[in-house]
């Protein structure tokens, strides 16, 4: 019996081949593409976005249908895995022309018999039918006419390719699970390794998924096993161990969409490749304009920045690059990571954040520009209130505190508020939002929607707006946009606008480059003083909800911001010690790729001498002011000196009165509490000026350690604040409140 059917089984593998050779009108010619054709039009679902040198900055996905990793050639292929592979799929690959005939003999007598045995299908066979639709097995299986012309194709593409090609396409081509295409994709998935890496127990769970690509976990692991058995590996010996492994390996996904250090960078490009060619395919590689080395650079130092502000309600952060010249962005962080944020997915160069005090230096330009003001100017920082429409507008500042007269040039350098407050006045509202519309910012609202808070960043901006106005600022006002994509491999920049008068612009930019123009707020030694030329500000918004700092060299302008993607605000934390640490990181490494040296300034401005000498009432000089120094000044506005007189001692730049009570506001009532201690309801008393005598209902108040700020014990009635003048008794200012509620006996407080 036995020597029956092994003369009958080798009838049918001779049987087979006759028909093969002897038929070959039965199939249609099949024509297949070259080696190199298949794998230069292999496509892997991922794109490679390269820096502006061509290095691989950053992998992005961008084919969602199918899986697939890197073409990997044969030479880095581990030999564990070509065993496995050669072992369970076609032992004989090495010994046959593409069409293992006693494997086809061994199918022909298990399906005589009825038994099963390994399928007949050699990997070129395989190969063969990956190559051509019509040749892939359909849900019942192969029909005969498509076995016939498989084992045809076969032969004829082994003796078009070499074996070691053969194996490599297969080996790039086969689906081995779900979405997983080729041995790349494959090992990175479930393995989070290199093909070249794959150990002999991986190896063989990867070659039983060729079988079943789908099986459960359970039958993956039996073959797997038996596979290790088959190659003698001590893997082999504890199957139950074998099935953990493998089940904990098929929930694997180590293969991230997205893997480098710009993943908001990447999302911006894609964004703006598929706007521009909806339909077409996204390249494999993207040239774009970010600089690697510079990159890790602002993620490494934002990341350590933030780490050490952890314990101040800081998670998020951002920071951007841009050369002056071109508009290249070079560095494009859009985030501080998983880490550190519980938002790393928010690309915060983009998202609408308020600016606080970083819109200032547009103001003052345009304030320069259309001779309102001179770097010079002497402007009044002391309380204002400022009416509108919607009542009183009450700036203060950043400190508290008022440095009374100062020049513009220490206004902007210091960030004071109620200078910038006042400044905007003299332009106006209306006229800052059109310039604050040219330099690229976004305004939805009408400018009176904004009103006077337009002064210390009143708007929502993104940092993309803000770096990139301020190049406009280091390229003496000149705009346009900044690009993402190496897009004809030059630096010459984009079409410009003029967007800010080119002689204001310096002068601002000489301002922010003056430390000692910050010294009222920041002293002379801060983050913002760079052993390099630069210009720069802060700026820090209400409840320390952002802080910001922008500025620039010679050829770079760097924007960062920190704070919380969810706008909860940061504990004592504001630009200077927030986003200037990063800043100055950032600067001093763009400043070694190429130094920075201060600008050459326009030939039509005029540099002067100025001096300060103010009046006192009495018509007498008093201590200066500031000191003298250098100016600049536009043509036709130059000035030597700078003197108060008499009447701007006692009338601000807004028309009000110099001496003003801050608290309480005119006709507040007040209600007493008789459960609560009478030294727990006193009512603060502030004014804007301690040179002056308070009187209560007519009566003088004595003893007043600081007549700024006191603490006044109410009784129940109604009483009457005024601000009298030292020297003729003259009432400056007054107020008359209400205090209702029961009056107490004893343990009343004085005034403090």
Excluded at 98 to 123: C, E, F, K, P
Aim: hydrophobic residues 45%; contains cysteine; glycine residues 6%.
């Amino acid at each position: 019996m036995n020597s029956l059917r092994t003369w009958l089984y080798r009838r049918a593998a001779c049987v087979a081949t006759a028909l093969l050779l002897a038929v070959p009108q039965l199939v249609a010619a099949q024509e297949f593409p070259s080696f190199e054709q298949v794998k230069r039009d292999f496509h892997a679902s991922d794109a490679w976005l390269l820096d502006r040198n061509g290095q691989r900055i950053q992998r992005v996905r961008t084919d969602f249908t199918a899986r697939r990793g890197a073409w990997t050639p044969l030479a880095d292929t581990s030999p564990a895995l070509l065993h496995a592979i050669l072992l369970t799929e076609d032992r004989r690959f090495y010994a046959h022309s593409g069409v293992d005939w006693s494997a086809v003999g061994a199918a022909a007598w298990s399906n005589l018999w009825n038994t099963r045995t390994r399928g007949a299908s050699t990997i070129t066979m395989q190969l063969a039918g990956l190559l051509n639709d019509a040749l892939r097995a359909r849900p019942g299986g192969r029909s005969w006419g498509q076995k016939w012309r498989q084992l045809w194709s076969a032969r004829t593409l082994e003796q078009e390719w070499r074996k070691d090609e053969v194996l490599e396409a297969y080996l790039n081509l086969v689906p081995f699970r779900g979405e997983l295409i080729g041995i790349d994709a494959m090992a990175r998935s479930l393995f989070g390794k290199a093909p070249r890496g794959l150990d002999q127990r991986e190896s063989a769970l990867a070659a039983a998924l060729l079988r079943a690509p789908n099986a459960t976990a359970e039958r993956v692991a039996e073959r797997a096993c038996l596979i290790l058995q088959q190659a003698s590996s001590p893997w082999g010996a504890d199957c139950k161990a074998l099935q953990l492994y493998t089940e904990a390996a098929l929930r694997n996904r180590h293969y991230a969409a997205m893997e480098g250090p710009a993943p908001h960078f990447a999302r911006q490009i894609l964004a703006q490749l598929r706007e521009q060619a909806p339909q077409a395919q996204l390249p494999r590689t993207i040239a774009s304009t970010l600089d690697l080395g510079l990159q890790r650079h602002a993620v490494r130092v934002l990341r350590e920045h933030l780490a050490a502000l952890q314990g101040q309600n800081v998670q998020d952060g951002a920071v951007l690059v841009l050369d002056n010249a071109s508009g290249n962005v070079l560095a494009w962080v859009g985030s501080s990571g998983a880490t550190l944020s519980q938002a790393s997915e928010v690309d915060a160069v983009v998202a609408l954040r308020q600016p606080g005090s970083t819109l200032k230096p547009f103001l003052y330009a345009q304030a320069i520009a259309e001779r309102r003001l001179t770097a010079a100017s002497l402007l009044d920082d002391s309380p204002a209130r400022i009416p509108t429409e919607y009542g009183i507008y009450a700036p203060e500042n950043y400190d508290l505190g008022y440095k009374g007269w100062v020049s513009v040039r220490q206004a902007l350098g210091s960030s004071l508020n109620i200078p910038a407050v006042r400044a905007l006045r003299m332009v106006s509202p209306e006229a800052f939002s059109q310039q604050l519309r040219a330099l690229g910012f976004e305004l939805p609202e009408p400018s009176g929607f904004y009103g006077y808070s337009l002064a210390l960043g009143g708007v929502d901006v993104t940092l993309l707006q803000l770096t990139n106005a301020y190049r406009t600022l280091a390229n003496g006002g000149a705009l346009h946009p900044v690009r993402l994509l190496q897009a004809d491999g030059s630096d010459r920049p984009a079409a410009t606008a003029q967007a800010l008068d080119a002689q204001a612009a310096f002068i601002v930019t000489d301002i922010l480059a003056d430390r000692h123009a910050r010294m009222l707020t920041f002293g002379t030694d801060s983050a913002l003083a760079t052993r390099f030329w630069s210009a720069v500000k802060t700026g820090t918004s209400k409840d320390m909800r952002d802080n910001w700092t922008v500025g620039f060299t010679a050829h770079h302008t760097i924007g960062v911001w920190v704070g919380n993607a969810d706008g909860s605000p940061m504990q004592d934390v504001s630009g200077i010690s927030g986003a200037a640490p990063v800043w100055a990181s950032v600067a001093a490494y763009v400043n070694r790729l190429r130094p920075s040296q201060a600008p050459t300034p326009p030939q039509e401005l005029e540099r002067r001498v100025v001096t300060y000498a103010p009046l006192q009432p009495d018509g007498t000089t008093s201590a200066l002011v500031e000191s003298a120094r250098y100016e600049w000044f536009l043509p036709g506005t130059a000035q030597d000196a700078f003197a108060l007189a008499p009447s701007a001692m006692d009338a601000p730049a807004d028309g009000a009165m110099t001496a003003r009570i801050l608290e309480p506001s005119d006709s507040t009532i007040i209600a007493l509490d008789p459960d609560i201690p009478p030294a727990n309801q006193l009512v603060r008393v502030r004014t804007s000026d301690a040179g002056i005598t308070w009187h209560v209902n007519g009566q003088p108040v004595h003893g007043l350690h600081n007549p700024r700020q006191w603490y006044w014990a109410p009784t129940p009635g109604r009483h009457r604040f005024e601000l009298r003048s030292p020297r003729d008794d003259a009432v400056l200012d007054s107020i008359q409140i209400e205090v209702r509620g029961a009056q107490w006996q004893e343990g009343r407080t004085a005034t403090r």
